[in-house]
């Protein structure tokens, strides 16, 4: 039988010199052809640099030798393009569903459903809570005077005016 060529079948071909270099020694020390200190100088390193090598080199070994998934790996394109198309499938069931609903009321003779606010779609006013009108000119003289405990609260503003400010007097200003 033949044996297969190619980087696949010779290890360490796309490696640099100085790392097959490495393996080489790690490997003839673990053979017992050399003895740490003799691989140490041969790769320019201290006895402990070595070791430490030795150890990168063996922790490799074990979780390059690890169980593989069995299958084709799929990667997160793949992940991505199912979700988008279970989202498209599940756009196009509601959307069924909802039709489904408005001829089973048509044949029931049954008004529909008058549509509450919605989860989906932002407040009128813009994501943040309406506040209350306010007059801001009498805030600043209450602050600048220190007298806010003494003033007459502001005159109520009417409902359903975006307006917050008194109307203007003929009088022009004072």
């Known amino acids: ?42 790769l320019s390193l201290s006895v402990n640099r070595y070791y430490q090598l030795e150890a990168r080199a063996l922790e490799a070994m074990v979780e390059a030798l690890e169980p593989r998934a069995r299958g084709r790996r799929r990667g997160r394109d793949f992940e991505l393009e199912k979700l988008r198309k279970a989202k498209t499938r599940a756009e196009h069931e509601a959307t069924r569903f909802q039709a489904l609903l408005r001829v089973s009321q048509r044949a029931l003779a049954l008004s529909a459903p008058t549509p509450g606010p919605s989860k989906d779609k932002p407040p009128l006013h813009g994501g943040r809570k309406a506040r209350r009108a306010r007059v801001r000119a009498r805030t600043v003289i209450s602050t600048l005077s220190g007298e806010g405990a003494t003033m007459p609260p502001p005159p109520p503003v009417p409902q359903g005016t975006p307006d917050a400010t008194p109307p203007a007097t003929s009088g022009g200003p004072s």
């Open 1 to 42: 039988m033949k044996r297969p060529t190619g980087p696949k079948a010779r290890p360490g071909t796309l490696a640099s010199d100085e790392a097959r270099r490495a393996a080489v020694a790690v490997l003839q020390v673990m053979a017992g052809e050399l003895r740490p200190s003799e691989a140490s100088a041969r």
